[in-house]
């Protein structure tokens, strides 16, 4: 059964520090991976989708790297800001599956004036 | 136009009460998934649609119906709910298969008295 894990729970930092978020996944056999947003009380904003045959994304200040064989994703951000809080969800697709996402529980990240 | 919407944002219902949860897309998806999200928990998946079949329902239980009338539009039909069934439900659409982003509706905020 495939499990997806997040590391860690948690993260304040300061403005303007660059910082990774971990997502680790235990069956390697996945189509995609995928990297969303949530705001409290509000629905997923994708972010990044990274394919199985695929290394990384980028999209503006976010980097997202994928490693399918030792089953980890990072999403790297740069030069933080106040408006980047919010929970980041990592999330696979797995193979043979309907489309369905696996979740991991998420960051919660706080980047401080 | 990458746009999920689910109507309404917010509903409160009795546990005799019978009520729906709607959701539209217009980008042409053939798969469209109902997710649950308690708080503070990752969202876990309910049902999927793949061209308006029903192709997953994750042992929910019959209280919840889903509906999908055509290509665009996805149902959830609420009966005698328990207040344990409180929660923000998610609507995604995506490519058939699942293999592109897989994109969110705002959720609407259930809350069952």
């Known amino acids: 059964k495939q499990e997806v894990t997040q590391i860690p729970a948690a993260l304040s930092v300061p403005e303007g520090e660059n910082l990774v978020l971990n997502c680790s996944f235990t069956d390697s056999a996945i189509y995609n991976l995928q990297w969303f947003r949530q705001d409290p009380g509000k629905g997923l904003t994708s972010l990044l989708l990274?394919?199985?045959?695929?290394r990384e994304q980028t999209s503006g200040r976010l980097n997202a790297s994928l490693d399918k064989s030792s089953g980890r994703s990072t999403l790297y951000i740069a030069a933080s800001q106040p408006g980047d809080s919010a929970t980041y969800l990592c999330?696979?697709?797995?193979?043979?599956?309907?489309?369905?996402?696996?979740f991991g529980k998420g960051t919660k990240l706080s980047v401080k004036p | 136009d990458t746009e999920v919407t689910q109507t309404p944002k917010h509903l409160v219902m009795g546990m005799t009460n019978k009520k729906s949860l709607k959701c539209e897309q217009h980008m042409g998806h053939r798969a469209m998934y109902w997710y649950k999200q308690k708080a503070k928990k990752p969202p876990e998946l309910m049902f999927v649609y793949s061209y308006e079949k029903l192709s997953i329902n994750e042992s929910v239980p019959s209280r919840f119906s889903p509906e999908c009338p055509n290509s665009s539009l996805l149902n959830l039909h609420l009966h005698a709910l328990q207040p344990e069934d409180s929660a923000l439900y998610l609507c995604a659409s995506s490519q058939e298969g699942g293999l592109g982003t897989q994109y969110f509706g705002p959720g609407t905020r259930l809350l069952v008295l």
């Open positions: 990274i394919q199985s045959s695929q």
């Open positions: 999330a696979v697709r797995p193979g043979g599956s309907q489309g369905n996402l696996i």
